[in-house]
């Protein structure tokens, strides 16, 4: 039997050899040229490239501690926004529940004050001035049927659109009351009508001397009261404010019911808050007699408070 022929590829060994050789030199190679590869294929020197990476470092730094800053900001921006919703929806209930108090008020009937019983009623004066009570020793100031010796007084003065009928009458009683005003008396005229809205002279509201010239001038405000009368009539909104400037006496002209409040409630609230310090005389203007409900609060108002009632029906 012949035996088998063997070839041996000498062909593939040598390239083997080709090709390691050829690394190893491509490997020397680049060990021999590597320092001179940094300064190849730039201009721009090592320590320009350092310090450039260097300010790219605090930029980025920089842009870090910014961001930082901006997360901080929106941070708080939301929990500004939470707290403000927070309120909101607080204010929403608060609001609802003062809808619904002001609903349960609105229902709420108010009853009105007892009448007076018929079995003693109170009497009604005659349309006619009465005398002053006092005019014996003692008594400096006496007109319109009313005497006191206080110094400084208030003169309120009703200016509601039914005064329009009596715009004489009011006149006459100022001038009454003015002409008698004595050098070291001090006083203040106090208009008021609906609102409340007040006229006073002086304007400032406040007590001043009743010098001639301050004389002369409330009457010229006098004369002109009654282009401005009209609405209704919160006398006790007036007299709060008259007692606030604590004179010494009150003269209140009038010719209706308050509607500030009932009668009776006004007398008892005047009366407490003033503790007995200023006497309050009261004026009834026009057809009193015919106004029971006006008299008997214009009377109770006085006899309270160390005062006289008097009325001007002419």
């Known amino acids: 039997m012949r035996s088998r022929r063997r070839n041996i590829s000498v062909f593939s060994i040598s390239a083997l050899d080709l090709f390691a050789a050829a690394l190893g030199a ?79 008020t609105s229902e709420v009937d108010i009853p009105e004050p007892p009448p007076i019983p018929e079995a003693s009623p109170t009497p009604v004066p005659e349309p006619t001035v009465q005398p002053p009570r006092s005019t014996g020793k003692g008594v400096e100031f006496s007109i319109l049927g009313i005497a006191t010796n ?19 009458k009011v006149e006459q009683a100022l001038e009454e009351i003015l002409s008698r005003m004595q050098p070291d008396n001090r006083f203040v005229i106090l208009g008021y009508r609906g609102g409340p809205t007040y006229d006073s002279f002086p304007r400032s509201g ?72 200023a006497e309050i005389h009261t004026v009834a203007i026009g057809d009193y007699t015919s106004d029971k409900r006006l008299t008997l609060f214009l009377q109770g108002l006085a006899n309270n408070n160390r005062g006289d009632f008097v009325g001007r029906a002419r």
Do not use: C, W
């Not at 404010?241 to 010719?255: E, F, G, H, T, Y």
């Open 150 to 168: 206080k110094k400084n007084i208030a003169i309120v003065v009703d200016m509601s659109g039914s005064m329009e009928d009596h715009t004489s």
């Open 26 to 104: 491509f490997i020397l190679i680049v060990l021999v040229l590597f320092p001179y590869y940094r300064l190849g294929g730039t201009d721009v020197s090592f320590e320009e490239l350092e310090e450039m990476v260097e300010k790219r470092r605090l930029v980025a730094s920089s842009t870090q501690t910014e961001m930082s800053q901006i997360r901080a900001l929106r941070s708080e921006i939301r929990l500004l926004d939470k707290q403000y919703k927070s309120t909101a929806e607080n204010m929403s209930v608060i609001e609802d529940k003062l809808q619904e108090v002001l609903k349960q």
């Open 206 to 277: 406040q007590m001043q001397q009743a010098s001639p010239a301050n004389i002369q001038q409330a009457r010229t405000f006098v004369r002109g009261m009654s282009d401005r009368f009209g609405g209704g009539t919160p006398t006790q909104s007036a007299m709060v404010r008259a007692l606030n400037l604590k004179p010494q006496a009150i003269i209140l002209i009038s010719d209706g019911s308050p509607d500030d409040g009932s009668p009776q409630s006004i007398i008892t609230n005047i009366t407490r808050r003033n503790r007995g310090r």
